[in-house]
């Protein structure tokens, strides 16, 4: 894969961060493919929480869908309410996950991920278009859809870390998708 820093123009340099964002998005390289991780995964296993970690593959899948969601609404100009607390942005209840409620999670997580996927895709123009800040934690980070869009991956790519993480202690690692074994 090409190097941002061995492009030779802006252009150039568009086409490689549209690939990179791809890729992230769906997993390549260093990373786990983010559907891969929670395919063929039991409602039951991903409700299961591990011994000293607060949540389950659901919660996590849910929290990452909840800020997915928001950053595209924020994307569409639509101006989406900002949680007062982290603690919003996951499930309210703890409750085991009926096997109907996990396939909608992640049936919307694949879904999320896709547009993400388009949105990577834009043209140079449209990654740098600012994005309107709704809240003042908005406008602490660079307000670009280019800026949005590598801040999904770097979260995602920390939560999609902890599913990988619960799957090894529950001893479902790696999925059927592929994943490192190291």
Not at 14 to 26: K, V
Not at 36 to 45: F, G, I, P, R, T
Not at 120 to 131: D, F, Y
Request: hydrophobic share 40%; glycine share 8%; charged share 25%.
């Amino acid at each position: 894969m090409r190097r941002l820093s061995d492009c030779a123009d802006e252009s150039e340099f568009i086409l490689t961060l549209q690939r990179a964002l791809t890729e992230l998005f769906r997993g390549n390289g260093a990373h786990a493919d983010p559907v891969a991780c929670v395919e063929a995964l039991s409602a039951a296993l991903a409700a299961r929480r591990v011994e000293g970690f607060p949540h389950s593959i659901a919660d996590l899948v849910f929290h990452m869908n909840y800020w997915m969601g928001y950053e595209l609404r924020r994307i569409r100009g639509e101006k989406p309410k900002y949680p007062e607390h982290n603690a919003e942005s996951f499930p309210i209840v703890l409750m085991p996950v009926g096997a109907q409620e996990w396939e909608r999670l992640r049936k919307d997580f694949a879904g999320f991920l896709a547009e993400y996927g388009k949105l990577a895709h834009s043209s140079e123009a449209e990654l740098q278009r600012e994005i309107e800040s709704v809240h003042e934690g908005d406008k602490k980070v660079a307000g670009t859809l280019e800026s949005v869009l590598c801040q999904m991956v770097a979260h995602n790519s920390y939560h999609v870390g902890q599913i990988a993480m619960i799957r090894r202690m529950l001893g479902v690692w790696p999925p059927k998708g592929g994943g490192d074994t190291w």
